[in-house]
């Protein structure tokens, strides 16, 4: 029964229905959603369960969970739903070219610059389509890709993740660093101490919060060196306030190595000469596994892909001697946005040549 009613009976309505139930888990949100009264979502929905045989949805309290039968149905139905999407997607590019919507979750720091890198080349590529980056907790931007509401997801690559379905390509592997305000007196000490390190005032991500690995890292290198954590101490998730509170006055923080280079790039912070702290952070970029994935997202992902097979080309090419080094990804970073590093003393030594070209001519 359950067989023929999957081959010649179900519709594209009923899969977009028990779709839209998953995600609001109401009866009343559902209808407002799909815009049909109450009575049709009861309807649509006794429909598809009559014809499996087996009930999809059940009641707790004033919320409905789905069954083990259920979450089987709604993968096939994602599956399915997410390829008339792509068809749809597909047959709009043939007439009018790539535009629409790309909806991206993020979840990094260290990713940031190489994730700017591609959206700047995708932009440039595909100036017709919106692309909304959305940065939240990681819980649930894996929950938004597995349901299909964001078509790729960039963060950390973790257990959790593995057993979800998704595909993952590694992007990076940064390590964590300490770093100084510029004019920190530690920039000027040759090798740092753990005990001078506690003493400082740190700014960091509060307990609890994504991105807190660096302080976790801290925590346990400080106890190894049976040091108490600092009380001196800003919490904060913002990254933009950290560097102006490191432009006020000398504080420490742990950030990406890739981050760091640029801060100091930027004579906004200084890496302090001390060992990384903690295992390497891995970012990946990750989408659903087995399933369409719409026009934008493809070529966006394809676009990634192609520029790290570009970036280990040029790192082979860097330790065979046929390149002059880039300082990594940092400086990639500020050559997509069209920033070329200049040494903080430039001014003053293109005034010193003129000024000793100018003593020249007047002497001769």
């Not at 976790?216 to 950290?242: D, V, W, Y």
């Not at 026009?295 to 002059?324: C, I, S, V």
């Amino acid at each position: 029964m359950a067989m023929k009613f999957l081959r010649q009976r179900v519709s594209l309505r009923h899969l977009r229905l028990i779709l839209a139930l998953d995600e609001e888990r109401s009866i009343t949100r559902t209808a407002d959603r799909l815009c049909i009264s109450q009575a049709a979502v009861s309807k649509t929905r006794s429909e598809i369960e009559k014809g499996i045989g087996t009930p999809l949805f059940e009641w707790h309290g004033h919320r409905l969970e789905v069954t083990e039968v259920g979450q089987c149905v709604l993968q096939s139905a994602r599956r399915i739903v997410a390829e008339l999407e792509c068809l749809s997607e597909e047959f709009a590019l043939m007439k009018s070219g790539m535009g629409g919507v790309l909806t991206l979750g993020t979840r990094t720091i260290s990713g940031q610059p190489f994730l700017s890198r591609v959206t700047a080349a995708f932009k440039k590529a595909h100036p017709n389509v919106t692309v909304q980056l959305v940065d939240t907790d990681l819980e649930t931007l894996m929950d938004r890709l597995s349901k299909g509401t964001i078509s790729l997801l960039y963060g950390r690559f973790d257990a959790t993740a593995a057993g979800a379905g998704f595909e993952a390509h590694q992007v990076l592997s940064d390590r964590m660093l300490i770093v100084a305000s510029p004019n920190h007196p530690l920039t000027n000490v040759r090798k740092p101490s753990w005990g001078d390190l506690a003493k400082q005032a740190w700014v960091l991500i509060p307990e609890g919060f994504v991105g807190r690995y660096g302080r976790e890292h801290l925590a346990a290198e400080l106890s190894r060196h049976q040091l108490p954590f600092p009380t001196n101490l800003i919490e904060t998730q913002c990254l933009l306030l950290t560097m102006s509170l490191f432009q006020s006055g000398d504080f420490l923080t742990i950030l990406p190595e890739g981050v760091a280079a640029q801060l100091e790039i930027r004579g906004i912070a200084r890496v302090l000469n001390t060992p990384p702290i903690g295992a390497p952070d891995s970012v990946c970029l990750m989408w659903r596994a087995n399933t369409a994935m719409p026009p934008a997202a493809r070529r966006f992902r394809d676009m990634a892909l192609e520029l790290l097979r570009a970036d280990e080309l040029q790192r082979q090419a860097e330790e065979e001697g046929l390149l002059k080094p880039l300082r990594g990804e940092a400086w990639r970073f500020e050559a997509v946005q069209g920033v070329r590093r200049q040494a903080h003393t430039a001014p003053a030594t293109t005034r010193r040549g003129r000024q000793r070209k100018t003593a020249v001519s007047e002497s001769a």
